[in-house]
């Protein structure tokens, strides 16, 4: 049976500017063809880049994609990889305090968290335990981390134009 063919984005949040290429060179061999990174300062931390590359591949290029690319210091990523028929999706973010985090995810792009996680958690009793292992399942202190380096460029990407109406 073959493979099937996947497809996500690499969001490369913050990279010192001498990373850049090396970058490239990682995603591209994990994907297996050169890849040219359209960058972009980073706005939230000064002297960084920021890019975002749409790939495709054979299911699980994803993982290969985030293994390639998690050692570096000061660099904050996520990987997406969409669910196939044949494999289930995921989602990589990494930070330099945190390290890397791995979420299954569905269809709709949602995380999925297995049941016997939730068991565990809920078996703490402890509603504070039990929230903070749900909060680690679900990446909680990773989106909370790279929220600022993913809408930091926002404003420069889509600039809002807003229209006046005048009626009568």
């Known amino acids: 049976m073959a493979t099937p063919s996947a497809r996500g984005v690499v969001f490369i949040h913050s990279a010192p500017k001498a990373l850049c290429p090396h970058l490239e060179w990682a995603v591209g061999r ?12 980073q706005p939230a931390l000064p ?20 293994t390639a690319i998690r050692g570096w210091e000061h660099l904050r990523f996520e990987v997406t990889e969409d669910p196939t028929p044949g494999s289930t999706g995921g989602r990589w973010m990494h930070t330099p305090d945190l390290g890397i985090h791995f979420s299954q995810i569905d269809a709709a792009g949602s995380i999925v968290v297995g049941e016997e996680r939730v068991r565990a958690a809920i078996a703490l009793a402890d509603p504070f335990e039990m929230r ?7 990446g909680t202190a990773w989106d909370d981390e790279l929220e600022i380096f993913r809408t930091a460029g926002d404003a420069i990407a889509s600039p809002v134009v807003w229209l006046q109406h005048r009626a009568g």
């Open 47 to 66: 002297g960084a880049r920021r890019a975002e590359f749409s790939w495709d591949g054979p299911a699980g290029t994803g993982a290969a994609i985030a």
């Open 132 to 138: 903070r292992e749900l909060d680690v399942a679900l």
């Open 30 to 41: 994990s994907i297996g063809r050169a890849v040219n990174f359209d960058w972009q300062n």
